[in-house]
């Protein structure tokens, strides 16, 4: 680990490729010198990370960056979210319902692992410790957290140095992740469907799959 950092989130993505657990010396030293990635280059930060989210189990692995203090170096959006709690109550927290949201997408590929699907699956809701507010019936809102959210994607993908094609598309789909919520009740008229398809774009397919995960 001393010699190249990089191979701390190695070891995590190992556990996200191969599906075993890592032992508790070596998740020990992953904690203690999670800081060393620091010196680490974006790129190569960022080329871990994918192989890490492309993986079979990428939730085993993003649970190891996040108990090791590893994610709040290199995706602290992602820690931020255990803060949280999903407003429909129907989950612990967003941390746990992100996880889950990224598995469902997963279940939802048909042409091999998508990136920017697994990308916005997993930073659809970072905009929520931010606009997160107590309202009067006891209930938690995080009004235009998808808008948020959206920024927020935008900065942390560019600072880790995406292709400018990927972090337009992931950005976007966060940003759109919400609107399909009313179509089920009728609300819906003819124009905002074509409108709906419309600011979606080529998009459209990942949309789906997100808005059902």
């Known amino acids: 680990f001393s010699d190249d950092p990089l191979r701390i989130m190695r070891a995590a993505r190992f556990a996200a490729q ?6 508790p010396e070596v998740v020990a030293a992953m904690t203690e010198m999670a800081d060393r990635i ?11 990370l ?13 649970r190891l960056l996040v108990d090791t203090g590893l994610a709040d170096r290199v995706l602290p959006e992602l820690s931020a979210l255990r803060l949280e709690r999903d407003e429909h109550f129907r ?13 469902q997408a997963i279940d939802l590929e048909t042409d091999g692992p998508d990136l920017v699907l697994r990308l916005a699956a997993l930073l659809h809701d970072i905009g929520k410790p931010r606009t997160r507010r107590f309202e ?10 998808e808008v948020v959210g959206a920024k927020m994607t935008k900065a942390r993908m560019t600072q880790l140095k995406y292709p400018n094609e990927q972090v337009k598309d992931v950005s976007r789909l ?11 009740s009728g609300e819906w008229t003819d124009s905002a469907v074509r409108r709906y398809v419309r600011d979606a774009g080529p998009l459209l397919e990942r949309l789906h799959k997100l808005t059902r995960s």
Request: charged share 35%; glycine share 6%.
């Open 18 to 23: 191969l599906d075993f657990e890592v032992a």
């Open 38 to 48: 620091d010196i680490v280059s974006d790129e190569r930060v960022r080329d871990e």
């Open 50 to 62: 994918n192989k890490l989210i492309l993986s079979d189990h990428p939730r085993k692995g993003l």
């Open 91 to 103: 989950h612990k927290d967003v941390y746990e319902h992100t996880l889950t949201v990224l598995e």
């Open 136 to 145: 009067p019936d006891g209930r938690v809102s995080f009004h235009h957290h």
């Open 174 to 184: 966060v940003e759109l992740h919400l609107r399909f919520h009313g179509y089920g």
